[in-house]
């Protein structure tokens, strides 16, 4: 399946795409990158798109290549999100000047469920499930939200070891779909290369798509609505194979590009 563009532009932009310099920001353009562990960015993340939208913000407060101790307060790592940002992060558009009224509610409303929300993945035959904040308050009539850390997922957002995914945030400006997020969410693990190849299994783990989908519904439901608005939004151009066994699809392959001159660097 290709998008927007053929195969052999897919082909040529992969040759020079990894020894571009970053682009400066473009006017209005979201600033800063969402920063998180290989692991991380390959599980579960069980957020509704609100959500996922104030944990992005949330890390790209967050310089990876500082300490820790840089962002502690109480013994925990905490930023600030603001219903502006939020509204940035979303493209809600309000009177000249002012934050619409429907920035405030979503970030109100993803504080509220963040505590309960966990990322989820295999390490052999663990099964490790992790808690996003150990705490998300939402101040009233203020318009800002603090998000807390949990300890545990600390090492997943400050690069202390050398598996690590770094995105532009701008990429996710805007996006309408999970399945959109988590789809670019996985793509960035294999920037460096433009490839992925992963199971069905794990794709379906990672984009988190309802059990009872069949394939069928996966390529109608999951994987065109992400293909078609990250190449609207992200000026990403993803074509992916199908590996099958016997007649199942057993893996797919994707092969991707940013099309506005390569900017997949930070």
């Known amino acids: 399946m290709v998008v927007r563009n053929s195969t052999k532009k897919v082909e040529e932009a992969l040759v020079v795409r990894h020894r571009q310099e ?5 006017e209005g353009e979201l600033g800063g990158s969402v920063t998180m562990s290989r ?20 890390t790209r407060c967050i310089d990876p290549r500082k300490s820790p101790y840089a962002y502690a307060k109480d013994g925990y790592v905490k930023v600030r999100v603001t219903a502006d940002e939020f509204a940035q992060m979303a493209e809600m558009a309000g009177e000249e000047g002012r934050t619409p009224t429907a920035a405030y509610e979503g970030l109100k409303a993803a504080c509220d ?6 990322a989820t993945w295999r390490e052999g035959k663990k099964i490790i499930k ?6 998300a308050t939402y101040h009233e009539g203020e318009g800002w939200a603090e998000v807390c850390f949990s300890p545990d997922m600390t090492p997943h957002l400050f690069m202390l070891g050398s598996k690590f995914v770094r995105y532009r945030l701008e990429m996710a400006r805007g ?7 988590n789809l670019l969410r996985l793509l960035m693990t294999q920037k460096d290369t433009g ?6 299994d794990d794709f379906k783990h990672a984009m988190e798509v309802p059990i009872s989908y069949q394939y069928k519904d996966i390529k109608r439901r999951v994987l065109s609505v992400a293909i078609k608005e990250l190449a609207e939004k992200a000026d990403l151009l993803i074509q992916f194979q199908e590996l099958k066994k016997g007649r199942s699809v057993q893996s797919l392959r994707f092969t991707f590009i940013q099309d506005a001159q390569g900017r997949l660097d930070v």
């Open 39 to 58: 692991a991380l960015a390959q599980s579960a993340h069980g957020l509704t798109l609100n959500e996922a939208r104030v944990m992005m913000l949330a």
């Open 22 to 26: 970053p682009e400066p920001l473009a």
């Open 113 to 118: 469920k963040l505590f309960d929300r966990r």
């Open 130 to 135: 992790l808690a996003w904040v150990w705490k």
């Open 175 to 181: 996006l309408r779909s999970t399945y959109s997020v």
């Open 195 to 200: 490839f992925l190849a992963i199971t069905l």
